[in-house]
């Protein structure tokens, strides 16, 4: 488990790092964009959805919504 120095130092970073291991099919972010556009189309196929972003990662997924 990352410390919060360590959380703050990969930051930065974060979405390049989920990138490069997505586009690798590499633990821990393979198949990322499979899921978060599964959950993508799941809230759109709904006419009243609602959605709690609760402040995890960079906010990919709430700004797509």
Do not use: H
Not at 21 to 28: A, D, G, K, L
Not at 35 to 62: C, P, R
Request: glycine share 8%.
């Amino acid at each position: 488990m990352l410390s919060k120095q360590g959380f703050d130092l990969w930051a930065n970073e974060y979405d390049r790092s989920v990138q490069v291991s997505e586009e690798s099919n590499e633990y821990p972010f393979a198949g990322y964009k499979e899921i978060l556009n599964a959950i993508y189309n799941e809230v759109m196929s709904s006419n009243q959805a609602n959605v709690l972003d609760i402040g995890f990662g960079t906010g990919v997924l709430a700004s797509r919504l």
